[in-house]
């Protein structure tokens, strides 16, 4: 006779806010621009995976079914991950190379709602899922460069995207912008940011297998470990 399954409402129901936060945040975007080129900025992309896979997930802990794929789910913490890091750090700082608070300050209304949404609650919430109601130790090493394949890959897309856009704009983000600085700087730049990237998968996967247990029994994201019988 199998297990009844262990339903997670709770777990269920934040996961299912983190996935609203990623759709306003992206709808907002949508609204004010031009959908095709809002997909291309790796923050969209990014949002758009959140949002797909904190649904999914958020459906099988409503339904008590088995958690998704920690490969599937550590790759959306990176991506996301690296979009908050990226975003502070890089894009909003003005002592950056590669600023754009400028820019950034003269957003109002509700693209400042979407600019925290996808930059700033959507990092910190997913990685506070993964922290507090996700079962240790499931990240694999080998995991880190599966993981990786996904930033790489949108580099390689915005490079090859850009000679065939008419300027200005052509590049999402400054530090892979050819028109201002040249392929070898831009190169640079992501070999920089791809080893930058590496790292934090390492940190990540040693954080996932090092860290204690917090989930509860009713709110952890695996089924409870088997009873012997008595």
């Known amino acids: 006779m199998s297990e009844p399954a ?3 409402p709770y777990v269920a129901l934040c996961r299912a806010l983190i996935a609203a936060a990623a759709v306003t945040g992206i709808t907002i975007e949508c609204v ?5 080129r809002v997909f291309t900025f790796f923050t969209i992309l990014t949002n758009a995976a959140i949002a797909i896979t904190f649904a999914w997930s958020a459906h ?10 920690p ?7 990176l991506c996301i991950v690296i979009t908050g890091l990226v975003y502070h750090l890089v894009l909003a700082n003005e002592s950056s190379g590669f600023s754009e608070a400028e820019n950034l300050a003269q957003r109002t209304g ?3 709602l979407s600019n925290q949404l996808l930059h ?8 506070l899922d993964w922290l507090l109601l996700t079962t240790p130790a499931r990240f694999q090493w080998r995991y880190a460069y599966q993981w990786l394949a996904l930033p790489l890959a ?7 995207r850009g000679p065939l856009i008419d300027p200005p704009n052509r590049y999402p983000y400054p530090f892979l912008d050819v028109d201002l600085h040249g392929y070898p700087a831009v190169l640079r730049n992501a070999v920089v940011l791809a080893l930058a990237f590496s790292a934090l998968a390492l940190l990540l996967i040693t954080l996932d297998r090092t860290r204690p247990h917090l ?6 994201i695996s089924s409870p470990a088997p009873r012997p019988l008595k």
Do not use: C, I, K, M
């Not at 949108?154 to 090859?160: E, Q, S």
């Open 6 to 8: 262990l339903r997670r």
């Open 32 to 36: 004010h621009s031009d959908p095709l």
């Open 60 to 69: 099988r802990a409503w339904t008590g079914r088995p958690p998704l794929s």
């Open 71 to 77: 490969r599937v789910t550590g790759a959306v913490l």
């Open 110 to 112: 509700d693209l400042v």
């Open 120 to 127: 700033t609650v959507t990092p910190v919430t997913v990685t």
């Open 154 to 160: 949108y580099a390689a897309f915005a490079l090859l």
């Open 215 to 220: 989930a509860t029994q009713e709110n952890r």
